[in-house]
């Protein structure tokens, strides 16, 4: 058979095979589906450096070190924070007003997996199902396809062990972009969440079902002048070399006051990053966006010895970051576009009013409602650009690509990261168990409400008001009027006025 049609009814069987799972997981106890959650965190946790290493051997992408911490937060942070919710049942009963809350699952969620993060955010999806009593039905990215698979077989064993039914968690091994679009508008599927390019996220979208997606995460970090420069720019060189900055919200561009760019520079270079001359520059631009307003899929995840090798650049031993000395944004701008690698633009402003306006700049470009970060020991600073930018998390003296998903901050650990209406999402969330739930609502009458009585008007209500009509005329005129044509005059007002 053709390899489209193989992986079309690979598909179909899973939707089935996942519905049926999903319907008598339906009566689970909330006993039952904690234990098998947590049965399943903690087998995922402990195959956390396997499967991190798989993940690089297979997408040459990253680093194994730091993708382990990454399904460590997929697996035992996500874990933490979903343990306690209640997610089956009753969940909440407001005994003044007489208003009870259940929850019930989705039913089918379709998940879609990235290459830059494919064993953590499968680890995550299916921690988030279960808790909610939902089956899924995983698409890995066509790159990534064998360590996806392996970290759900990891779930599954651990689910089944545990008491969960047979064919909860599925995995199309076939990849094919028709199968993923038609799981996405399958009848059986009831919510789609995509973490992937702006094309699938928009695909989801239009797929007719309710969806998660997630844009893209052109974030800029800012440097004011008050910030602890050295802390900051730890901060970020550690952030935006965390797995060869793979992760959406890592930093993009700093965006550095005029006033300490000096003392930027020196940490900068003290912490491994290289800047580029100008000529060096211009080379790294055909590099990183070959196509205007395109980013080289070649350097996404690469290390910066390797992305330099490609432009013929020589970097000093222990690179960790290249800069690139930027003043214009735009999509015929490479630096200022989203890179997903250790590769930085730098922009130096004049004052917190000139900051903004850069770092809305580059979120217009690609990034509106995904994330900002700054740096500043003034607090009425950090509360102006997250009253001003259009974005759903500001990430304050913190790395912003592990800040973001909870790593280092009080935010859900959560690896699908809602941009909100800025960016074209139905939430600005991080996205977690509770966003898998359907609540019902039952309300009993606690208010009496007394409706104003209405009856329609009588013949003799009208013969009334004729009489009324007929007695007023007499008295102001002396012309015989023919009580026939007052009689269907106020017949015809009468209906007019009660329609």
Same mark, same amino acid.
């Given at each position: 058979?053709?390899?489209?049609?193989?992986?079309?009814?690979?598909?179909?069987?899973?939707?089935?095979?996942?519905?049926?799972?999903?319907?008598?997981?339906?009566?689970?106890?909330?006993?039952?589906?904690?234990?098998?959650?947590?049965?399943?965190?903690?087998?995922?946790?402990?195959?956390?450096?396997?499967?991190?290493?798989?993940?690089?051997?297979?997408?040459?992408?990253?680093?194994?070190?730091?993708?382990?911490?990454?399904? =460590?937060?997929?697996?035992?942070?996500?874990?933490?924070?979903?343990?306690?919710?209640?997610?089956?049942?009753?969940?909440?009963?407001?005994?003044?007003?007489?208003?009870?809350?259940?929850?019930?699952?989705?039913?089918?969620?379709?998940?879609?997996?990235?290459?830059?993060?494919?064993?953590?955010?499968?680890?995550?999806?299916?921690?988030?199902?279960?808790?909610?009593?939902?089956?899924?039905?995983?698409?890995?990215?066509?790159?990534?396809?064998?360590?996806?698979?392996?970290?759900?077989?990891?779930?599954?064993?651990?689910?089944?062990?545990?008491? @969960?039914?047979?064919?909860?968690?599925?995995?199309?091994?076939?990849?094919?972009? =028709?199968?993923?679009?038609?799981?996405?508008?399958?009848?059986?599927?009831?919510?789609?969440?995509?973490?992937?390019?702006?094309?699938?996220?928009?695909?989801?979208?239009?797929?007719?079902?309710?969806?998660?997606?997630?844009?893209?995460?052109?974030?800029?970090?800012?440097?004011?002048?008050?910030?602890?420069?050295?802390?900051?720019?730890?901060?970020?060189?550690?952030?935006?070399?965390?797995?060869?900055?793979?992760?959406?919200?890592?930093?993009?561009?700093?965006?550095?006051?005029?006033?300490?760019?000096?003392?930027?520079?020196?940490?900068?270079?003290?912490?491994?990053?290289?800047?580029?001359?100008?000529?060096?520059?211009?080379?790294?631009?055909?590099?990183?966006?070959?196509?205007?307003?395109?980013?080289?899929?070649?350097?996404?995840?690469?290390?910066?010895?390797?992305? @330099?090798?490609?432009?013929?650049?020589?970097?000093? =031993?222990?690179?960790?970051?290249?800069?690139?000395?930027?003043?214009?944004?735009?999509?015929?701008?490479?630096?200022?576009?989203?890179?997903?690698?250790?590769?930085?633009?730098?922009?130096?402003?004049?004052?917190?009013?000139?900051?903004?306006?850069?770092?809305?700049?580059?979120?217009?470009?690609?990034?509106?409602?995904?994330?900002?970060?700054?740096?500043?020991?003034?607090?009425?600073? @950090?509360?102006?650009?997250?009253?001003?930018?259009?974005?759903?998390?500001?990430?304050?003296?913190?790395?912003?690509?592990?800040?973001?998903?909870?790593?280092?901050?009080?935010?859900?650990?959560?690896?699908?990261?809602?941009?909100?209406?800025?960016?074209?999402?139905?939430?600005?969330?991080?996205?977690?168990?509770?966003?898998?739930?359907?609540?019902?609502?039952?309300?009993?009458?606690?208010?009496?409400?007394?409706?104003?009585?209405?009856?329609?008007?009588?013949?003799?209500?009208?013969?009334?008001?004729?009489?009324?009509?007929?007695?007023?005329?007499?008295?102001?005129?002396?012309?015989?009027?023919?009580?026939?044509?007052?009689?269907?005059?106020?017949?015809?007002?009468?209906?007019?006025?009660?329609?």
């Amino acid at each position: 058979m053709d390899k489209d049609l193989l992986a079309l009814q690979q598909m179909r069987t899973a939707v089935q095979t996942a519905k049926e799972a999903q319907e008598k997981f339906m009566g689970y106890s909330q006993q039952q589906v904690d234990q098998i959650v947590k049965a399943v965190a903690d087998a995922a946790f402990e195959q956390s450096g396997r499967l991190a290493q798989l993940a690089v051997d297979e997408t040459g992408m990253g680093v194994a070190a730091h993708k382990k911490i990454k399904n =460590e937060v997929g697996s035992r942070d996500v874990y933490e924070s979903i343990k306690d919710m209640k997610t089956v049942g009753v969940i909440k009963e407001d005994l003044m007003n007489k208003v009870v809350e259940i929850a019930a699952p989705f039913g089918v969620v379709a998940a879609i997996i990235p290459t830059t993060n494919p064993t953590s955010t499968a680890f995550f999806k299916t921690l988030i199902s279960l808790k909610t009593r939902n089956s899924i039905v995983v698409s890995p990215h066509p790159y990534a396809v064998e360590c996806t698979h392996e970290a759900l077989k990891v779930c599954d064993a651990a689910a089944v062990a545990a008491g @969960a039914p047979e064919g909860l968690i599925q995995c199309l091994t076939l990849a094919s972009m =028709e199968a993923t679009q038609q799981l996405m508008s399958h009848k059986d599927v009831n919510l789609i969440i995509a973490t992937g390019g702006s094309a699938l996220v928009k695909a989801a979208y239009s797929s007719g079902k309710p969806a998660y997606g997630v844009g893209p995460g052109n974030v800029p970090v800012y440097i004011e002048r008050s910030a602890k420069i050295e802390k900051a720019v730890k901060d970020i060189v550690d952030s935006k070399s965390f797995d060869y900055g793979t992760i959406c919200a890592t930093e993009q561009a700093i965006v550095v006051d005029k006033h300490v760019v000096d003392l930027v520079t020196r940490e900068l270079k003290k912490n491994g990053a290289y800047i580029l001359s100008d000529e060096e520059k211009k080379i790294m631009e055909g590099v990183i966006s070959p196509v205007p307003g395109k980013v080289n899929p070649k350097v996404v995840g690469k290390s910066p010895q390797f992305i @330099a090798k490609m432009a013929g650049i020589s970097l000093p =031993e222990g690179t960790r970051l290249i800069v690139g000395m930027e003043t214009k944004v735009g999509k015929d701008v490479p630096f200022s576009l989203e890179k997903l690698s250790p590769i930085f633009a730098m922009y130096v402003v004049d004052g917190v009013k000139h900051s903004k306006e850069v770092c809305l700049d580059l979120l217009n470009l690609g990034g509106r409602g995904h994330s900002l970060a700054l740096h500043t020991e003034i607090d009425a600073v @950090a509360r102006e650009f997250a009253m001003e930018m259009p974005v759903s998390r500001i990430l304050v003296n913190t790395m912003s690509s592990i800040g973001a998903v909870g790593g280092t901050t009080g935010l859900m650990p959560s690896f699908t990261l809602g941009c909100g209406t800025f960016g074209g999402n139905i939430t600005s969330d991080n996205v977690t168990a509770t966003h898998l739930l359907n609540i019902k609502r039952m309300a009993y009458g606690t208010k009496e409400v007394q409706l104003p009585k209405h009856s329609e008007p009588t013949e003799s209500s009208n013969d009334q008001l004729v009489s009324s009509v007929m007695n007023n005329v007499s008295a102001t005129t002396n012309n015989n009027i023919d009580p026939a044509l007052v009689q269907n005059l106020v017949s015809e007002i009468v209906k007019q006025l009660t329609k």
